[in-house]
């Protein structure tokens, strides 16, 4: 009988683990990210709280003589929450996989240990108590007591099964402190085996992995550079960068620093004490971890206060520790408190300025001004107005460390796409503009404006909105929608947490209501917006394709 009541608590267990742990990897292991995916899942949440109810309301059953199809009703009903769970949990494609790292093998060793005690231990301990006992019919009772327990302790295992992955977490977490402690010691380490490698660090609401990918192009053209690859931009994402890939022959270490709650920029500065800074932007991003702008700003300014601490710490002159700011920005023009700091962008007054921009079929052109006077066309075959704030935040640090602008003009026009940032795909008459990896109210703003220069085509937005706004999240997706109907021919949202706010936008901005379409998921949108118009020119936006633990 324990065998029986064992089965479909295996199946619910291992894939319900799975997939709570592939929830907790992708909150980046913060409890707030992984309460926040748990409330979102209202479903799954009753069914394993009906797993209790139905239990208790099966065992009132039973006393009632009168009325024994209770138990019945409740036993299919339970039979039915459980295969319903299990059908659930079955492993689906994922847009972002679950890694099974060493973090997560540790997690899965405290899932054993915790459903030990919770399911095998209790029931053990019944056996003996009554086997001890010489009063009654000690002998029937060892044998039933324990089966009773377990089948008690299994429907309390499964009702707070989702609690399981959080509580293992905070029971880890100690381990987890030392184990990190170890590897951050050891990239220190290398890095002070390397006193001549050049840090560079990079933060910013928006732009930083762009400006990091179009820096080391840049100063490839010179130096011996690595950078921190895709979005690794977490301290151990830096630190296994340094541990794995920093070599003796690197001459500059590239560094995109993230950021999702206070002093999270602080937390990696201490671990690379960068030499110099670039902020390329702030916003109002990651609000609901930050709170307020305020808190935004101090941690964004975190890099560039590292950079001050390393020149007082080194006493070399500033000319040897750059700041290299967005002056186009302007939440940072509002609260600029850097003086040294050398501004780059598109307006006048920035110390790298550009000029004369102008967007073909082929690419953009435009004409960056140095601070010395001396000016340099370039081209790239990448489009909108953010690429050339960017390239020249990334022009201003390259020529400051001494690359000519002549020789810049070279590596600009070898300049690629960032994969999921505005990257442009084409596949016939279908141009994809995938902006997958943003999240931020600027960042959709410059998406659509992108969008718009796509002239005689189809405009299509596909997006589930943005997250991680706080208490402005509704505001900002409204406006969202508003900004969309002013460019977009159909607009497809995706589920049900921003729908609304971007739709109810855009019909306040007089959008028609016949080609706004609302998809469950993202295959269903991909299906509808190729569907849409089939055979004309059509660009596609696909604006934050946000990973599986947004609902």
Request: net charge neutral; charged share 20%; glycine share 6%.
């Amino acid at each position: 009988m324990i065998l029986l009541c064992t089965l479909p608590i295996l199946a619910i267990m291992v894939l319900a683990l799975r997939y709570y742990s592939h929830m907790l990897q992708l909150s980046s292991y913060q409890f707030q990210g992984y309460f926040r995916v748990l409330r979102s899942e209202k479903l799954k949440m009753l069914l394993h709280v009906m797993i209790l109810v139905l239990s208790v309301l099966a065992i009132v059953g039973l006393d009632m003589r009168n009325k024994v199809p209770l138990t019945m009703i409740c036993g299919v009903l339970l039979f039915a929450d459980i295969v319903w769970l299990v059908v659930l949990y079955i492993p689906r494609k994922a847009k972002k996989k679950f890694v099974v790292t060493s973090r997560v093998k540790r997690l899965f060793v405290t899932y054993g240990i915790l459903s030990i005690l919770i399911l095998v231990v209790p029931p053990v301990i019944s056996k003996l108590s009554y086997g001890e006992t010489s009063e009654f019919n000690s002998a029937d009772l060892s044998d039933v007591a324990p089966i009773l327990v377990f089948i008690m302790m299994a429907v309390i295992y499964m009702a707070i099964l989702p609690l399981i992955p959080a509580l293992a977490n905070l029971i880890n977490k100690p381990i987890e402190l030392r184990i990190n402690k170890y590897y951050i010691d050891d990239a220190k380490r290398l890095l002070r085996e390397h006193p001549n490698l050049r840090i560079i660090g990079i933060t910013g609401s928006f732009g930083k992995t762009s400006v990091k990918y179009y820096l080391t192009t840049l100063l490839s053209e010179g130096f011996s550079v690595l950078m921190t690859p895709e979005s690794y931009n977490t301290p151990m994402g830096i630190v296994r960068t340094i541990r794995e890939h920093l070599k003796p022959t690197h001459e500059i270490f590239v560094c995109e620093m993230g950021a999702r709650h206070l002093h999270d920029i602080k937390e990696i500065t201490d671990i690379v004490h960068p030499d110099d800074g670039i902020l390329t932007s702030i916003g109002y991003q990651h609000l609901e971890t930050f709170h307020s702008l305020d808190n935004i700003i101090s941690t964004k300014y975190e890099l560039l206060d590292a950079v001050d601490e390393k020149m007082k710490t080194t006493g070399e002159p500033a000319k040897k520790h750059l700041k290299f700011v967005n002056g186009d920005n302007e939440i940072i023009r509002s609260n600029m408190k850097y003086q040294d700091a050398i501004t780059y962008g598109l307006l006048e007054g920035n110390d790298y300025r550009a000029t004369d921009i102008k967007v073909t079929s082929g690419g953009t052109t435009f004409v960056v001004t140095a601070p010395d006077g001396e000016s340099c066309e370039f081209s790239t075959k990448l489009v909108g107005r953010h690429n050339v704030e960017n390239i020249v935040g990334a022009i201003a640090a390259a020529n400051s460390l001494g690359i000519p602008m002549s020789k810049l003009r070279i590596a600009v026009r070898r300049l690629a796409s960032v994969p999921h940032r505005l990257e442009l795909n084409k596949h016939g008459n279908v141009s994809i503009l995938d902006d997958a990896y943003n999240s931020n109210p600027n960042g959709a703003k410059v998406a659509l404006e992108t969008l718009s220069l796509f002239e005689n085509t189809v405009k299509i937005l596909v997006t589930p909105g943005m997250v991680e706004l706080g208490a402005k999240e509704d505001e900002y997706n409204k406006e969202f929608g508003r900004q969309a109907a002013a460019v977009c021919d159909y607009i497809i949202t995706v589920g049900e947490k921003n729908s609304a706010s971007i739709k109810a936008g855009a019909l306040e901005a007089g959008f028609d209501p016949e080609r706004l379409f609302v998809k469950n998921t993202l295959s269903e949108a991909t299906a509808l917006m190729y569907e849409i118009d089939a055979g004309r020119e059509k660009v596609i936006l696909l604006e934050n394709d946000l990973p599986d633990n947004y609902k």
